[in-house]
């Protein structure tokens, strides 16, 4: 079966841009999570969303934002985007609380530049 | 595990060694932890789960154990493989499913 498909793999921006990150879960996937991944940081969530709610939101500025569609597609955008947010940012899908862990996509690599 | 700077700890091992991951976890009240493996270039990908009312969970050549005294979790791996070179993870769930709460991860280099 198709796994978690995150689209662009790689993106470069300028500072002061916005970019909007897609991803697709696997089929029957309803919950998608998303987290930022840096050297310094680690991963750090982002937000979680469950049948088109935001169920949990983690310590990111409102600049950063989501949404997820009725066929649990998602997105996430970051908006004015500053030098700090380069980083690889991950989805990742599950069917719900207590079915398993999450499937995690390739990524995307986001530089600002 | 608390997310920590720019160093990751990590394990050498010779091929065909047993190999030992350790994480430390933050919150007493986490009660779901999973282990993760991510390659260069690559998303994390899932090794095995265990719940807290669990010590020990076996899968194929890995076992986690569970301490919840000294909030400790290991990860073993059996007969380390050149394919078993990573950066391998711990992830909590304190508050929220779906709210992962990852440990800084430890690189494994696997030698001949």
């Known amino acids: 079966k198709a796994g978690v498909t995150q689209t662009p793999r790689y993106l470069i921006k300028t500072r002061g841009q916005q970019v909007t990150l897609s991803c697709s879960p696997i089929s029957g996937h309803r919950s998608v999570s998303w987290y930022q991944q840096t050297p310094g940081q680690g991963l750090q969530f982002l937000f979680e969303y469950f049948s088109e709610t935001q169920r949990n939101k983690g310590n990111f500025p409102g600049r950063f934002s989501g949404r997820q569609f009725s066929n649990s597609r998602s997105e996430m955008n970051v908006s004015t985007l500053e030098l700090g947010d380069s980083a690889l940012y991950l989805c990742?899908?599950?069917f719900g609380q207590g079915a398993g862990g999450y499937t995690f996509g390739s990524g995307t690599r986001l530089t600002v530049v | 595990g608390e997310s920590v700077g720019l160093h990751l700890p990590t394990l050498s091992v010779q091929e065909g060694d047993n190999s030992i991951i350790n994480c430390a976890y933050s919150n007493s009240a986490s009660d779901y932890f999973i282990w993760y493996k991510q390659e260069s270039g690559k998303g994390p990908q899932f090794i095995i789960d265990i719940r807290s009312n669990m010590d020990k969970r076996q899968g194929q050549r890995v076992t986690v154990l569970l301490n919840k005294t000294v909030k400790h979790l290991s990860l073993q791996i059996a007969a380390t493989q050149p394919g078993d070179s990573a950066v391998y993870f711990c992830a909590e769930i304190t508050d929220s499913w779906g709210k992962f709460q990852f440990g800084a991860g430890t690189q494994v280099v696997v030698t001949p």
């Open positions: 990742a899908s599950s």
